[in-house]
């Protein structure tokens, strides 16, 4: 089975860095994805890792160590914008082919001023 | 433009009523998946499907059932025997990277 485990709630201050934690429990992985989602919309694709790693684009980046099971999503210089949930995801290859994608429950981040 | 369109974008039922929300897409996809979402959870796997005329059950699959008969749809049924329908309903079809992109949901209630 999959168990994805991320902090519920977090906040930090406007122009800071903060670190979103995901560790998970899968019986396959393919690959981790962080996506953001802001209330009442669809997530938006922000990071895939495959290999373990840093992986920056612009004011984000993720990390994976696939031994520890463990993901981090470092946001800098932070926005008011930044204010949304924050999914991490796992892709499972599964059985026959199937490409399963679990999602753990989310990372609501305040931004304050 | 490709992407990815849900139907209705709100939708109310009455109790005992089936209802089917449409997804459909023109990025060329195969694989395309169905997911709830309640008022501050995550996102939970009702079905997903691969290829045309093939589908897996996700982790809350019951009270739901999908079909897949074109590349490009993916319509999933509540049933009555959904216990608590109320939510956000996410249609996803994933590139050849991985990457999943999203439609802009629905969302329904049971009145």
């Known amino acids: 089975g999959q168990n994805i485990d991320q902090p519920t709630e977090m906040t930090a201050t406007e122009g800071a860095i903060v670190q979103i934690n995901c560790t998970y429990q899968?019986?396959?992985?393919?690959?981790l994805f962080w996506y953001q989602q802001h209330a009442g919309e669809a997530p938006t694709f922000l990071s895939y890792?495959?290999?373990?790693g840093l992986e920056e684009k612009g004011r984000f980046s993720s990390f994976l160590s696939r031994s520890k099971g463990y993901s981090y999503l470092l946001l800098k210089e932070l926005q008011m914008k930044d204010s949304a949930s924050y999914l991490c995801?796992?892709?499972?290859?599964?059985?026959?082919?199937?490409?399963?994608?679990?999602f753990g429950t989310g990372t609501k981040l305040q931004v304050i001023p | 433009d490709g992407g990815i369109t849900q139907s209705p974008k709100y939708l109310f039922r009455k109790e005992g009523q089936n209802v089917t929300l449409s997804c459909e897409q023109n990025?060329?996809?195969?694989?395309m998946y169905w997911y709830r979402q309640d008022p501050g959870q995550g996102l939970r796997l009702i079905y997903y499907?691969?290829?045309?005329?093939?589908?897996q059950k996700g982790d809350i699959a019951e009270g739901y059932s999908v079909s897949r008969e074109k590349k490009e749809s993916f319509p999933l049924t509540v049933t009555s025997a959904q216990k608590n329908p109320t939510a956000f309903y996410l249609c996803?079809?994933?590139?050849?990277?991985?990457?999943?992109?999203f439609g802009e949901g629905s969302r329904l209630t049971v009145l």
């Open positions: 890792n495959v290999l373990d």
């Open positions: 499907s691969q290829i045309v005329n093939d589908f």
């Open positions: 899968t019986s396959g992985f393919n690959g």
């Open positions: 995801a796992v892709r499972d290859p599964g059985s026959g082919g199937y490409q399963k994608v679990t």
């Open positions: 990025l060329n996809h195969d694989a």
């Open positions: 996803a079809s994933r590139e050849i990277t991985g990457e999943l992109f």
